[in-house]
């Protein structure tokens, strides 16, 4: 290494520990010149934050956040020039030129997102309610933490921009992030009113927004109730996002997480012929990213889908390849609760593997507030005959996010819980909610069908039993019997009475 090193306008003199700018002194100070050199030695790498730290402040214990700080005043004395200190998610900073004139806070944003929840804003004067709003922050960070499909700053990072009055372009650039949550918190006599945003941080446009009223004299309850309600809503508006971003990327420049995202909407299309589009991206994911486990579990799903719904094979071997590709998921994610709630379902349904019963629940306790682990875990047990656990489950994952792509999926299970448990009217009553969602899971108006037959309402028997054979004209009784042989499958099993009932066809 010499004893210069020039980057954009500048020059890094290493023998007199300099920073220069056409030749000016740059005052960046001495833990600035150790940052950039650090930067530097690394020739375009990323370098941990744990590495910078150790490098600036060796043999000291200091806080995450003052790397930050540090980071955000080394910006600002490159200024708008050719060069920039990018944030990489998860891992840490490195040094970067580019065109001028390029945007800096999108460089290096490609893979997973980074979301940063910032502190919320107390509109009161009084010093409790800052306390509270920097506590409801902690365990906003803490339980989105939970989610793996994308990561969170940490609380110091965010927490240094505070006094310096930072909005949400500046957390874009200085933190990397593509999303942000920000929100407030007044006081109203005995009441405090929150306010809590997600914006996109490289555009700065609202994709959600709400506000939350409770009582001072319940504030622990009104806490819980507001984290679970943001957290659960955060997920699937991110994931939305974030599925329109990879499709207006170029061809040229997807990676193995943008081929994921794609392919997303097409695990539960209603026409079964999009699966195999789907499969081919979430293959083309995993080739480019060998240790990416999502997409195979994914793949596992849809083959699940399909042997579920009964509509014609993939392949010869449908049924082999989704457990495959189930335990190579679990054995590259394993410590994902979501992974290990798609592949346990997986391996309950197809394999018949009654243990996995545990795992689905296990993902739950692990992360409470993800509504399609909720989900999973909610058809497993129901499946299994576990019908109340399953309402529960199926009911928290709504309440979490009714407006999720797979709502639909949790109306349908509470209405077939019900049905299982005799509860026709109210089976019905959900039922037809959640074809006002999505009209076209056959296994709804199955439900419907028989719900309709054992009530003796027969006219709405017969018209259900149609609309099934329009989605599926192969669907029999012999198919749903083969289909559920040797498996724990209780509705299946339910089912079959009141479709002979309405002279549904044997085989």
């Keep these: 290494m010499g004893s210069t090193t020039t980057f954009g306008p500048f020059v890094l003199d290493r023998e007199r520990k300099q920073l220069t700018r056409h030749g000016h002194p740059v005052a960046v100070g001495h833990r600035g010149y150790l940052l950039l050199e650090a930067l530097l030695d690394a020739e375009g790498e990323a370098v941990t934050k744990d590495k910078l730290m150790e490098r600036v402040w060796p043999a000291s214990a200091v806080e995450e ?36 004139g390029a945007d800096r806070a999108t460089a ?51 927490f240094a921009l505070r006094q310096r009055g ?64 943001v957290v659960g809503v955060i997920e699937p508006t991110i994931r939305k996002a974030e599925i329109e971003r990879a499709r207006r990327k170029p061809a040229a420049s997807v990676d193995a997480y943008d081929l994921y995202l794609r392919a997303l909407p097409l695990v539960y299309a209603p026409e079964s012929e999009q699966h195999a589009e789907a499969i081919r991206l979430l293959g ?64 309950f349904r197809i394999a018949n593997d009654v243990s996995a019963l545990e795992a689905l629940r296990a993902a739950v306790r692990e992360n409470p507030n993800n509504a399609a682990i909720l989900t999973h875990a909610a058809d497993g047990v129901g499946m299994y005959g576990c019908l109340e656990e399953s309402i529960d489950y199926h009911s928290r994952a709504y309440a979490l996010s009714p407006g999720s792509p797979e709502a639909y999926q949790n109306l349908f299970g509470i209405g077939g819980s019900h049905f299982l448990l005799g509860h026709y009217e109210l089976a019905i009553e959900w039922s037809l909610k ?23 309402r027969m006219d709405e028997a017969y018209a259900s039993a149609r609309r099934v054979l329009e989605i599926n004209p192969a669907l029999s009784i012999k198919l749903i019997q083969d289909g559920a042989a040797g498996k724990d499958d209780a509705f299946a099993v339910g089912i079959i009475p009141w479709l002979r009932k309405v002279g549904f066809p044997e085989r």
């Excluded at 200190?85 to 580019?98: A, H, K, M, S």
Aim: glycine share 8%.
């Design 65 to 100: 956040g003052n790397l930050t700080v540090l980071v955000s005043t080394v910006r600002r004395h490159l200024g708008d020039e050719v060069v920039g200190i990018v944030t990489v998610p998860r891992v840490g900073y490195r040094l970067l030129t580019q065109p001028k």
């Design 166 to 229: 930072a909005d949400v372009n500046r957390v874009a650039a200085e933190l990397g992030v593509r999303y942000a949550l920000e929100g407030s918190i007044r006081r109203i006599g005995d009441r405090l009113r929150v306010t809590a945003g997600l914006l996109d941080a490289t555009t700065g446009a609202a994709l959600w927004a709400d506000r939350y009223d409770g009582a001072l004299a319940d504030v622990f309850t009104f806490q819980d109730r507001l984290i679970q309600s």
């Design 284 to 347: 083309e994911a995993s080739e480019l990213d060998p240790t990416f486990a999502l997409p195979r579990a994914y793949a596992a799903l849809i083959y699940e889908i399909r042997l579920s719904m009964r509509v014609p094979p993939l392949g010869n071997h449908d049924a082999e390849t989704s457990v495959e590709l189930a335990r190579t998921a679990l054995t590259l994610g394993g410590d994902d609760p979501l992974v290990r709630s798609i592949c346990g379902y997986v391996l």
């Design 434 to 456: 959640s074809l006002a969602t999505f009209n076209h899971l056959i296994y709804t108006h199955v439900c419907l069908t028989c719900c309709y037959a054992a009530l003796d």
């Design 108 to 158: 290096d944003r490609s893979g997973p997102p980074l979301i940063a929840v910032l502190p919320f804003a107390n509109h009161g004067n009084i010093a409790e309610d800052g306390y509270f709003a920097d506590g409801m922050v902690d365990d906003i960070i803490t339980a989105l933490s939970r989610f793996r499909t994308f990561a969170v700053v940490s609380r110091g990072s965010t």
